[in-house]
Each structure stands twice: as C-alpha cells, then as structure tokens.
C-alpha cells in the first residue's frame, strides 16, 4: 500500500478542525485524567449518551487519587448504563498503579501509559498526543475507515497486524506538542461528523476531499473492508424476579471471573423451564413457592454469547432474613441476598443485560 497521500492530510485537517471542532465537557483542557475518562467512556458508547455519565463521574470522582480510593460498588453504580464494566474495575486499578508508582501523575509517554491496566494502544495513543503532544497516533474504528476510504485500501481492518501498519504509517507523519493532539482529535472528528460509518459519508465538506482515492472512485461505501470471524454461542436460560414477603428482591453475585464477572445478577436456571420444573428447581435452592407468573421473554447479545432469557415472577415464602447463607444453586456457588427497593435504586448495580426482567418484574410485582 503507499501511504504517500498521508503526509499531505495534516494541513488541512488541522485547519479544518481549528475551525469546526465541537465543543465537548472533555475538551476543555487536556487533563490526562479527563481524556483517559471520555475515551474509556466513548468505547461503544456514542457520543450524547456518555455527556452525562462523564459529567456526573467527574463530579463525583473529580481526579485520579479520588478514583483509586473509590469503593467498588459505588464505582459500579456511577458506571451504570455504561456496560463492559470491567472498564472501569480496570480503571480503579490503573488508577492505583499511578498513585503508587507515579505519585500521583499521568506518566506521559505512550510506552508506560500503555502498561497500565486496561489502557490498550488506542487509549494510550490518545493520552500520549493529546495530553502530552507526543507522536502517538490512536487509531479505533473511525480513523481507520478514514484512512481507508482516503487510500481505497481494501485491507481487513481488523487484521490486527494491518492496524498497526497504519498506526506507525500515521505516526510517521504526526507533529508533536499542540498539533499532535489536534490531529488525533481531527481525525477522530472526522470519522464522527463527515466520514461516517452508516449512510453516505459528507465528501462534499470534507477537508480531505481532493487527496481521497475513495472519493475519485465513487466507492466511499465498499470501506473499510471489515472481515470478523466470530463465533456466537446461544444459552438458553430462565431468570427470576423473586421476591419475598417484604417485597424484597432476591440477587446474587456472579463468579469473579468470565462474563460479567463480579457482578449483581438475578437468580436464574439453565434451559427453560416450566412452573412444575421451576418450583422444584427453586425449592433446591430453598425457597418455596408462594406464587408465581411466566413474564416475557427476550434476548440479550453480547459480544460472542446470545441469551435467549424467559422470565418468571415468583413470590416467595419464610425469607425473613437479610441472606440465606447456606443456598446454594446447583452449581454450588452462591449466597442469596435479598435487597430492598432503595437499595436497588442507590446502592447496586446490575447489568443491562436484566434490565427488561427488572423492569416487567417491578411493575407486575407492585
Ligand atoms: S472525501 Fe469522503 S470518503 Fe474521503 S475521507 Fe472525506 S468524507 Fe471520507
């Protein structure tokens, strides 16, 4: 491939984002803390929706030391919405990596900012040249499909090896100080706003629309080529919104590793089951049946895994404790606990992927 157009994108785009940046809460300054904050948030998540999240995160935790100090379940709950929230358990523990062996302070080259916990290279690649001003080029989705469409490079993006061709082709060509952090937020900016990722990209107002080879060809839409071997597992499973005679709601917590690793969750069996199959699979857990109701059913897809999830409202009797502390489902693992409404609605937070259970669970079970 020649990356020659490259070293003709800068002037233009920099001046193109000089005039036509957004004004977003992350771009006041370029306190490290603040970019490693919208660029962990931005990770699947579009743009209006983190706004708030980011807003309220930095009110609550307004820099580094804060963040290592916080307990996990608040840290959860702020990071509510968000999903993958190993990201921000990562989060906690880079944060302790830079009290304890950075005093405090950002390190400010790529090459340590990339060994922190959960900074991978695009992350790094964003602190280092926007924080920093250093030669680091971060390069996610939107900046390959830039790239892409201005070479006409029909490459797989998600060949990883490919990736790190065009980061080091990028970096080759990347100013340093001020300029290196606008060109990372300038070609980001583009891919946002102009070459966009669904429906016809804006060449018409693209800084960059004389050197695009994609442009030339009329083929904007055939990149970025995009080949992803994936495997998607299905588990059929059946979820529960127990509830006890104090109205309370039966959780527990997930094993410390795998999917959702650590997280709250609702009690739940394997396959789906029938009422017969659930009374009995509920009273092995010890918890006998006063009632209950078959709700929706639904499926939540995460990355490699489908659950094809039925639902059940069940009232249950002689759960006056806080927690059953010798239940355990059938894999032996978990303790019971019973959470209160106010508890659920300041203290815990549970996945997305139960959220439309929890939702029809607490209007049928008023
Ligand atoms: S000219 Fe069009 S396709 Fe090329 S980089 Fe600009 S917006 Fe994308």
């Not at 919405?81 to 390190?107: C, D, H, I, T, W």
């Not at 061709?165 to 990347?174: P, R, T």
């Not at 997930?254 to 659930?278: C, D, F, I, Q, Y």
């Amino acid at each position: 491939m020649n990356y020659d157009t490259l070293g003709q994108v800068v002037e233009p785009l920099l001046t193109w984002f000089g005039k036509k940046r957004r004004a977003l809460p992350w771009r006041v300054d370029t306190d490290p803390y603040h970019v490693w904050v919208s660029e962990i948030m931005l990770q699947q998540t579009r743009i209006e929706a983190v706004i708030p999240y980011y807003e309220r995160f930095l009110q609550v935790l307004p820099d580094v030391a804060s963040l290592a100090d916080c307990e996990e379940e608040k840290l959860l709950k702020l990071w509510e919405g968000l999903g993958y929230y190993s990201r921000v358990r990562n989060m906690k523990k880079a944060a302790l990596v830079v009290m304890e062996e950075y005093q405090g302070e950002f390190p400010d080259t790529y090459e340590k900012l990339v060994k922190l916990p959960g900074i991978g290279t695009y992350t790094a690649g964003a602190i280092a040249s926007i924080s920093f001003g250093r030669r680091a080029a971060a390069v996610d989705g939107n900046v390959l499909r830039v790239i892409t469409r201005l070479l006409a490079d029909s490459h797989n993006i998600m060949d990883e090896k490919y990736r790190k061709e065009v980061k080091s082709k990028l970096e080759a060509i990347y100013p340093v100080g001020e300029e290196a952090a606008m060109l990372t937020e300038g070609l980001m900016e583009l891919g946002e706003v102009v070459c966009l990722p669904s429906g016809m990209p804006q060449c018409e107002v693209c800084p960059l629309e004389d050197l695009c080879q994609a442009r030339k060809k009329n083929t904007m839409l055939d990149y970025p080529v995009k080949q992803v071997e994936k495997k998607v597992k299905e588990e059929k499973q059946t979820l529960f919104y127990i509830l006890d005679e104090k109205g309370r709601l039966a959780l527990l917590k997930r094993p410390e590793t795998g999917l959702l690793a650590g997280m709250w969750e609702l009690v739940s069996a394997p396959g789906h089951l029938n009422k017969k199959e659930v009374e009995k699979y509920l009273q092995h857990l010890g918890l006998s049946v006063i009632s209950m109701e078959a709700m929706s059913s639904y499926k939540h897809v995460f990355s490699h895994i489908i659950w094809q999830n039925q639902t059940y409202l069940v009232r249950c009797h002689n759960l006056r404790k806080k927690y059953i502390p010798s239940t355990k489902t059938s894999e032996g693992r978990e303790i019971i606990y019973w959470v209160t409404k106010e508890q659920l609605q300041h203290e815990i937070a549970l996945p997305t992927a139960f959220k439309k259970c929890m939702a029809e669970g607490a209007k049928r079970g008023k």
